[in-house]
């Protein structure tokens, strides 16, 4: 057996000659990429594909990385305005700019673009819910009407949906897109695809950015599921840029020759909701003992290896609506028996049930860390690891029997704190991402009140979402665990990269050069 | 003129349980031209001493002492390779039962030519019509068709026709037969016999007969070797045994014979079972089973003794008998 | 009974397992908790998004009529569309079943080319020390897990000797500049047929791992049988026959015994068949290889039931057809079975 | 096939592989029953965390090492074999409690019984192992107790086969016969007559299958479809330690695939083993 493997290796390397001689007249960029893309519909998708549409295609604003003086910046669109009851918004789009199928891009491609989107009704379409109708001003302007008052900027800046495909492309369906098929404006071409495996992307020589030496011509997504392929793909150069890797794999990996390890704050995190509805943790001073009882910096500073920071409130740090002055639990184990005794459970005797995405280890090891604590001050802590799926599932059909506790990540679909607050805990009649069944009539006119003016007077919208965090905290609707941080790894020769939260894990492949 | 003698041989079989003995020191001689019956129970290790001459015993089986001369040369000696030169060209075997005994995946000439290459060069034409004549020889009907013939389309009596006429394939000196009828028809197992019969005087091959059908060493062999426990009891000349058997367990086998001409019946007639190859025996195996037993019988072999020239039998009694 | 026969007795009754193979499968698959609507609709769908794909899709039906339609499809020849990724799985399998059939055949051959030959002399000389080994390697190959197999190989072949790739089918140098033109799917196969010999001798580098490590347990299972059967044949009074006409070792062995040793040893061919395919769900997804077994990994993750039905059913036919080929070649070799 | 149990225990005894291999099971077994009091570790057998020796590697304190939760994982492979082990023996003994009755019955009553209850084992045989596990599994949800249910669903087809098989042959003896002929009911005579004349080949197979059975199990777990943390099976322990394997911490993934390894050729051996020493016909090969 060793001998035949001896032998066909051997075999196999003389092979190598025939292949390793091929000429690198290419400036190639490899993102060995953690998942599959699922949906290559500009208009639908609204997963990891995120990474082609953004360099495929583009939205009218982009929203900029932190540190910027300016939160946006024009893209397709070269300025724009609002009207002073922010009801009617006009942009006034870029000329020159051509579709990769040679359509051109004007005001009528975009009306034609984004009703596809929103009729299709997939996806992310649902940001676009303020939109009465779109109309074309002139070739080179399109007005928005809306129903509602809405920040709309910031909404055509979102890295789901708000992409413009050529209308040729717009005529098409889904299975067209997701055969590999696309025609947007971006810096790059979909050149082949082999699903699951790796997708391929080629520079577009007719980009109106322009293109200058040493920018990528070649885009090479390698896609593979498993962490340590990533991980030996950077380390070894093969690839140049990855993510998504275990927190403890980083520290070792940055002490390899020609590779940086990036950590940025990213506008996301993770929570645990807290079943506002089912005993035991209807009480508040459960609640509360539950989130006096967490391990906040076991896990930050030992599964997250230290590089994320413990939340404060829902809003991540970086983000506009963080409250920097919030309170902060921390773990005291006294505390959280006092508070049980309270509650009447001086005894324990408190069974709570945590789910968790099962393939994710990070959540089931937060779980694990927090059922050691928990097994200090009585309280038996249940992990269920579920199909993501299965576990929201659980949790919409009957508070009655839902988990006690869910593990859950957030991230906006556009950038507004009114995502999390709005999306989580603003009270339903049936329940889809309020999982928690946090019921507060204060809190949702509160934020319902915000989200108006945030069009208009976004510092007192920020206040007034501060305030309503600040509820959140008081009735420990949850317990904020920590604002992850942004990690990726690039080879050292790459320059040009910075991160931009508001685009989770996409490079625009265009600022890039080596 | 012995052309195959044995002697003393002895053969044991490792089992988990200990050595088994299979044959206790035995000897005969078939000579030239002649039909030797080798008669006994299951068990009494006649087949074993016909694997033993044609070397083809179990992996477990040992032989412990004796000689088998062929030829004034001991094939215990043989190396494998020499052993191997005397398979099949100068002694062959035939077994019990033809349809186990051809390979059922192969045409009945393929496995006859298998052999004749075996044994000399030639080119395929020869050997094909070798293989033929071979099959004629034997009483085949339609040789050619016979070439392209698998096993299982053949009835039993062709079956075993086929299996000879392998065993003929090198021209042996010495066929060993072992119970080559008993999975034959009554008027089959006639024919076969015929035809071993014939082989033997046309070919003046020597067969060692082996059976435990005494109708058929009686109709077929001229001398005989009764076993029993892996002993000789009696052996000699076939008339001579009919006529006046010696041993007492001879005389038990014979007085079970049925009337000559049927079929035989199984010997296990006499009271008593045979001893087990795991017991050393002291005595006269036959002792716990024989009427005529007497204290010596238990403690001490009996010799053979001559009763005539041709006819041997060891017993304590013999004298007896003979007088009687 | 006659080869025809035999083939429509056991043509029958494949139909029939198939049908049972549908209804399970299909049984099975919506028990599964979870919603499918959700997951169709996307990573943060909207109520109203899953109320309208429930309909869309006849989620809201019931399951009798749920499973007509899906039986109707499936007669067009319509396995769906996958809720997670929603492409066609025709399209998909397409892809994934000949990286799956490649690896698994090339582990079967493997098995076979190396478990026969060794089986045989295992069988031929009980009791030696090549015996001995035999059986502890025979063991050993269905003892271990396959994809603790699989990372310690990696680990070996991969992080300290650096001979052979981590995973994938080619490596980007070749879909880059030296793109194999799909035609059956298998890699090797394509890049021979269109003399792209670069493609074929990197389609060939990347196979050798993974089919080894499925090779583990179908090579234990083919020394095991091959072993044993052949055991039994040299046994069998034709082969001492054979031996007391004087015909050598060599012939016996490797002509004659091997011939009826194989004819029941075929029957590895099917469960080798069987067992790579089990090894190829845990394996693949370690080599990266996009085969079906990482196909229906991810599909059970994210609880994408059709693709979970489409596997099974299409790896089940495909495991019937083996089986059925298997028996029929058994059938055709064997003069005891009449032709005609 | 009825066999003497000293005779077969006798043969069993000179199975030098057999020996060992049970000696090495009961090991790993009493390891696993007495875990508590045999590792200073317990608690982090049971899940606990230990944050300040994460990640160390194997050395005196721990001698395969810790994970990323600082857990010895001496501690965590003998609570680990608990339910390894466990899955592997319940999925044999459930498929068997399934299987046996069934085909007792299918080859006792024969007829339409026997074809339909024959039909629908094929149909369970027609599946690849391990598919249609993952598929149960997955629909039941990820647990020890379903693992051991979705492969027990897979796999009592072949006791049904074995069990109605040995019937058919039993079926026609004497005693049987006679039963029969004295009016006895059928399920009297399927309970007294024919079940404990059937059992000796099941529960050979039994014995070699649990190490084939305890490879399926561990492979789910791989997938995530078995044992639920806090606790972890051989299997899970794999899985967990696979995304650190080649970044040095080469302990985590090594050590369970080792157990898993080792204790499935232990059942592989003694089932050999005992099948050689309980059929009289297969003890010449010793």
């Not at chain 1, 829902?314 to 005291?332: C, F, K, R, T, V």
């Not at chain 1, 199909?387 to 859950?408: K, R, S, V």
């Not at chain 4, 395969?64 to 600082?70: P, S």
Request: with cysteine; aromatic share 10%.
């Amino acid at each position: 057996m060793k001998r035949l493997l001896q032998v066909l290796a051997v075999l196999s390397l003389l092979a190598t000659p025939f292949f390793a001689t091929v000429a690198q007249d290419r400036n190639i960029f490899v993102y060995a990429h953690p998942v599959a893309f699922p949906n290559l519909d500009p208009s639908a998708g609204n997963s990891n594909e995120n990474v082609v549409m953004g360099n495929v295609y583009e939205t009218l604003t982009f929203y900029n990385a932190p540190g910027s003086a300016e939160i946006l910046s024009p893209k397709l669109a070269v300025s724009w305005e609002a009207s002073d009851d922010s009801m009617t918004w006009t942009f006034n789009l870029r000329e020159g700019v051509t579709f990769h199928d040679g359509a051109e891009f004007n005001a009528a491609a975009v009306k034609t673009a984004l009703d596809r989107t929103i009729e299709m009704g997939e996806g992310s379409s649902w940001i676009f819910g303020m939109i009465d109708s779109i109309e074309v001003v002139d070739d080179l302007v399109v007005q928005f009407n809306l129903l509602y008052p809405a920040p709309l900027d910031l909404v055509l800046s979102a890295g789901y949906a708000a992409w413009i495909m050529s209308p040729n492309a717009a005529a098409q369906n889904s299975a067209w897109f997701n055969d590999g098929n696309a025609a947007g404006t971006g810096p790059y071409t979909i050149a082949s695809n082999e699903p699951g495996q790796r997708m391929i992307l080629e520079a577009n020589p007719d980009y109106w950015g322009g293109w200058e030496e040493g920018q990528f011509d070649t885009i090479v997504f390698e896609i593979s599921e498993d962490s340590t392929v990533l991980e030996q793909m950077i380390r070894s150069g093969d690839a140049d840029f990855t993510y998504s890797l275990p927190f403890d794999n980083y520290a070792p990996l940055a002490q390899a020759e020609g590779v940086v390890v990036d950590v940025t704050p990213s506008f996301q995190n993770l929570l645990i909701l807290l079943n506002n509805v089912k005993e035991p943790s209807n009480d508040p001073l459960v609640r509360q003992a539950l989130s006096y009882a967490f391990p906040y910096d076991d896990v930050v500073a030992s599964l997250y290896a230290g590089m994320g920071t413990q939340s404060r409130g829902a809003i991540p740090a970086n983000m506009w609506g963080h409250g920097e002055d919030l309170y902060q639990y921390s773990q005291d184990l006294d505390k959280a028996r006092e508070l049980l005794a309270e509650a009447g459970y001086a005894d324990g005797g408190l069974n709570v049930v945590y789910t968790h995405v099962a393939s994710d280890l990070d959540e089931q090891q937060v779980g694990e860390l927090w059922r050691a604590s928990l097994a200090e001050v009585g309280v038996d802590l249940e992990i269920r690891g579920l199909a993501w799926e299965a576990q929201w599932d659980l949790a919409i059909n009957d508070p009655a029997t839902a988990q006690d506790a869910f593990g859950f990540y957030w991230w906006p679909d556009y950038i507004t704190p009114n995502s999390w607050l709005y999306g989580m805990f603003r009270s339903e009649e049936e329940p889809f991402f309020n999982l928690g069944y946090y019921a507060n009539p204060d809190f949702d006119s509160l934020i319902d009140e915000a989200e108006v003016i945030s069009g208009t007077d976004r510092a007192a919208a920020e206040a007034m979402f501060i305030q309503a965090q600040q509820m959140l905290l008081d009735d420990a609707a949850a317990i904020f665990v920590v604002d992850l941080p942004d990690i990726h790894v690039i080879r050292a020769d790459v320059s040009g990269y910075v991160n931009n939260p508001a685009y989770p894990h996409v490079v625009f492949f265009h600022d890039l050069s080596r | 003129m012995a052309l195959l003698s044995i002697e003393n041989l002895t053969v044991e079989f490792n089992t988990p349980f200990g050595a088994v003995y299979a044959i206790r020191g035995i000897d005969f001689t078939l000579r030239k031209g002649e039909i030797l019956g080798l008669v006994g129970e299951t068990g009494c290790g006649k087949s074993v001493t016909g694997r033993s001459i044609i070397g083809l015993l179990d992996d477990n089986a040992r032989i412990t002492a004796g000689r088998i001369l062929f030829e004034d040369v001991d094939l215990l000696r043989l190396s494998d390779a020499a052993m191997h030169e005397v398979r099949g060209n100068r002694i062959a075997m035939i077994f019990q039962d033809p349809a186990t005994a051809l390979n059922p995946l192969f045409t009945i000439g393929a496995q006859i030519m298998d052999v004749l290459r075996a044994h000399r060069p030639a080119k395929r034409g020869d050997l094909k019509t070798d293989a033929m004549s071979l099959f004629a020889d034997v009483g085949l009907p339609d040789p050619a068709q016979m070439m392209h013939v698998y096993p299982h389309q053949l009835s039993g009596g062709q079956q075993q026709r086929a299996m000879i006429a392998l065993s003929l394939a090198a021209e042996p000196d010495v066929i060993i037969a072992d119970e080559p009828t008993t999975a034959l028809d009554v008027t089959i197992q006639a024919q076969i016999l015929d035809l071993l019969r014939v082989l033997q005087r046309e070919r003046s091959i020597s067969v060692i007969l082996i059976t435990h059908d005494l109708g058929i060493v009686a109709e077929t062999c001229q001398q005989v070797v009764v076993l029993y426990a892996g002993r000789v009891a009696e052996k000699g000349a076939v008339e001579a045994i009919f006529a006046a058997p010696q041993h007492p367990y001879t005389r038990g086998l014979l007085a079970a014979l049925p009337r000559p001409g049927s079929r035989g019946s199984d010997l296990q007639v006499i009271a008593g079972a045979v001893p087990s190859g795991l017991e050393r025996i002291a005595g006269c195996a036959f002792a716990p089973r024989c009427e005529y037993v007497m204290e010596i019988c238990r403690g001490q072999q009996p010799a053979f003794s001559d009763i005539k020239q041709a006819h041997q039998s060891a017993c304590h009694l013999h004298e007896t008998f003979a007088d009687a | 009974m006659t080869a025809l026969t035999f083939l429509l007795r056991r043509l029958g009754l494949s139909v029939f397992v198939f049908i049972g193979v549908l209804v399970l499968t299909f049984f099975v698959s919506r028990v599964i908790p979870g919603n499918p609507a959700a997951l169709y609709a996307g990573a943060r769908p909207r109520p109203e998004q899953v109320a309208a794909i429930k309909v869309k899709l006849g989620l809201d039906k019931p399951l009798p009529e749920q499973f007509l339609v899906y039986v109707r499809d499936l007669l067009d020849g319509d396995l769906g569309e996958s809720y997670h990724s929603r492409r066609s799985i025709n399209t998909d399998l397409s892809i994934f079943l000949p990286a799956t059939l490649e690896l698994v055949i090339a582990a079967v051959i493997i098995a076979l080319i190396l478990g026969i030959p060794v089986g045989v002399l295992a069988g031929a000389y009980p009791g030696s020390v090549f015996d001995y080994a035999t059986r502890l390697a025979a063991v050993a190959g269905v003892s271990v897990p396959s994809f603790w197999l699989a990372l310690i190989a990696q680990f070996v072949f991969f992080s300290t000797l650096g001979w052979l790739p981590l995973g994938g089918r080619v490596s980007r140098d070749i879909s880059l500049f030296y793109p194999i033109a799909a035609q059956t799917g298998f890699y090797i196969i394509d890049a021979a047929i269109s003399s792209n010999w670069r493609a074929f001798f990197d389609a060939l580098h990347h196979l050798i791992l993974p089919a080894l490590v499925l090779s583990a347990y179908p090579l234990g299972i083919t020394i095991r049988m091959t072993q044993a059967s052949m055991l039994e044949v040299l046994s069998e009074t034709y082969i001492t026959s054979a031996r007391a006409a004087g015909i050598s070792q060599r012939v016996i062995l490797f002509k004659l015994a091997l011939k009826n040793a194989i004819m029941p040893a075929l029957t590895v061919v099917g469960l080798s068949f069987a067992y790579s395919i089990t090894g190829a769900f845990l394996v693949e997804t370690i080599f990266s290889w996009p085969g079906v077994g990482k196909y229906v990994t991810e599909a059970v993750l994210n609880v994408d039931f059709p693709v979970i039905i489409a596997v099974t059913l299409v790896v089940t036919i495909v495991y019937i057809l083996v089986n059925l080929f298997v028996d029929l070649l058994q059938a055709l070799l064997d003069p005891r079975v009449r032709l005609g | 096939m009825k066999v003497e149990v000293g005779s077969t225990l006798w043969f069993l005894l000179r199975d030098r592989a057999a020996v060992i291999s049970a000696a090495f099971l009961l090991a790993v077994a009493l390891a696993a029953v007495f875990a508590p009091l045999l590792t200073p570790y317990a608690a982090q057998g049971m899940g606990d965390p230990d944050l300040g020796s994460k990640f160390t590697a194997p050395g005196i304190k721990h001698p395969f090492g810790t994970d990323g939760l600082g857990r010895d994982q001496v501690a965590r492979l003998m609570f680990g074999a608990r339910r390894s082990l466990s899955m592997g023996v319940l999925v044999v003994v459930a498929a068997m409690i399934i299987g046996t009755p069934l085909g007792l019955i299918a080859g006792y009553l024969g007829g339409w019984v026997d074809e339909a209850l024959m039909r629908v084992t094929d149909v369970f045989l027609a599946f690849p192992p391990l598919l249609l596990a993952i598929a149960i599994a997955a629909a039941l949800g990820a647990s020890y107790v379903n693992a051991v249910a979705a492969i027990a669903v897979t796999w009592w087809p072949w006791y049904a086969r074995l069990a109605r098989a040995q019937t058919l042959s039993v079926r026609e003896r004497a005693y049987i016969e006679a039963a029969r002929g004295i009016g006895v009911r059928h399920r009297v005579i399927m309970r007294r007559h024919v079940l404990p004349n059937i059992l000796t080949p099941i529960v050979v197979q039994g014995t070699l299958d649990v190490g084939t059975a305890i490879l399926v199990a561990a492979g789910l777990s791989f997938i995530g479809l078995g044992t639920q943390a806090p606790y972890a099976d051989w299997g899970v322990m794999i899985s967990d330690g696979r995304l650190y394997f080649l970044s040095g911490r080469w302990w985590l993934s090594t050590f369970p695939g080792l157990a898993i390894f080792l204790t499935a050729m232990a059942f592989n051996f003694l089932g050999d083993g005992v099948r050689i020493a309980a059929d009289p016909r297969l003890r010449r090969v010793l």
